[in-house]
């Protein structure tokens, strides 16, 4: 489950309730899902396309995660595992998509407290102190 803003709750709210469930035609919006792969994997003339399913957004969303925090936790809370272990493939999924790949960062530079508060609050990682100064880096 995914937090959802106010705004959004709120326009979901607004919507015109013929039924306790929010999308009724899940059936429909799955079956045009399916036609509409097909018709862009024919267009394309890629039949692996045909192999994607609503579960590989989910695969692809923990593999994702997991390779812009490198935090199994987070990854595991984010898609609801119960165990570590179910998360442990998104984690050798990473692994074996940007093994060769180098990693790029931002670098950023704290000289005190205040600008280490600011940096870990939009997602900078800690890497360490030098010169009496703290390094921070967050992935590309």
């Known amino acids: 489950m995914l937090p959802l803003s106010t705004k ?16 009724v035609f ?11 792969r097909k018709r862009i994997a024919r267009k394309l003339g ?15 969303k923990g593999t994702m ?18 165990s570590l272990k179910s998360t442990e493939i998104y984690i050798n999924v990473e692994q074996a998509i940007f093994n060769d790949a180098d990693d790029e960062f931002h670098v950023k530079v704290a000289a005190n407290l205040e600008e280490a508060c600011k940096l870990l609050e939009v997602g900078f990682e800690y890497v360490t102190d030098m010169d009496g100064k703290k390094l921070f880096r967050k992935r590309k």
């Open 26 to 36: 899940a059936d429909d919006m799955r079956s045009n899902f399916y036609l509409q």
């Open 65 to 82: 995660e997991y390779h812009k925090t490198h935090d199994p936790w987070h990854v595991k809370s984010l898609l609801g595992h119960k």
């Open 46 to 60: 890629n039949p692996r396309i045909l192999q994607i399913h609503f579960h590989t957004f989910r695969h692809w």
């Open 8 to 23: 959004a709750i709120e326009m979901l709210n607004n919507l015109p309730k013929n039924s306790e469930r929010i999308f």
